[in-house]
């Protein structure tokens, strides 16, 4: 993403003190309202984590009621599917990629930025100075395709140290202590007592849970 977003995520700055006054009118002809200008681009909104949802709901009723699809024309939260696994089962939940963001793609003029900026839970445009700053296009090319691409991640309940069982495979209903977690292979190692000797088993993370 572009430096001025990786910044703000990386250094936890608050983005409310970011909110951007609203553009100045562009002087000269203004853009034709036909939904193919080449003004339109991606710009960041800010809003409370955990609320990019509500935000987008209530963002798309504005657009509808206000009669600006014209100017603005899609809203998209960047997600990636994480799949959790709790005492052996699998749940397949979505989880946003950039907590606390939500992209517009939109005509920025006095009319759409009140649109957005006055959507209730919004705190602000991310920008560099007065002005919302656009993600160039490869930027906004990266994030739909990390989106589309990606596979889902793992999320997994116990940790290194925990006592799990095993519930499925040759060694079901052993007890034993997690000695590794591999996310990326998608694997758990865990020692079990067989035959009085210490034995490491790699297991799928769906064969074993909390004991």
């Known amino acids: 993403m572009s430096d001025f977003l990786n910044d703000d995520l ?10 951007t006054p609203a553009p100045q009118e562009a002087q ?6 036909d939904g193919s200008n080449d003004n339109r681009n991606w710009y960041v909104i800010h809003c409370y984590s ?4 509500k935000v987008r709901k209530n963002l798309e009723q504005r657009i509808e009621t ?16 994480e799949i959790e696994v709790r005492d052996g089962k699998r749940r397949t939940v ?11 793609n939109m005509i920025l003029e ?22 919302p700053t656009p993600l160039r296009s490869e930027e906004m090319a990266g994030i ?16 290194q140290g925990d006592r799990v ?19 990326e292979r998608s694997k758990i190692r865990v020692m079990v007592n067989f035959f009085g000797r210490e034995t490491p088993v790699e297991l799928d993370f769906l064969q074993v849970e909390k004991a």
């Open 66 to 81: 206000m009669g600006m699809k014209n100017k603005i024309f899609e809203v998209v939260i960047p997600t990636q599917e």
């Open 94 to 104: 979505e989880r946003h990629v950039f907590p606390g963001y939500v992209l517009v």
């Open 28 to 33: 000269g002809s203004q853009p034709e309202d």
């Open 50 to 53: 955990g609320y990019e949802n």
């Open 110 to 131: 006095e009319d759409s930025w009140f649109v957005v900026r006055n959507t209730p839970g919004v705190t602000g445009f991310v920008g560099m100075g007065d002005e």
């Open 10 to 19: 990386s250094d936890g700055k608050d983005l409310t003190e970011n909110a």
């Open 144 to 159: 739909l395709r990390r989106m589309e691409n990606e596979a889902p991640t793992y999320k997994v309940t116990y940790k």
């Open 165 to 183: 069982r095993i519930v499925d495979g040759p060694f079901n209903d052993f007890r034993g202590i997690v000695d590794e977690i591999n996310m």
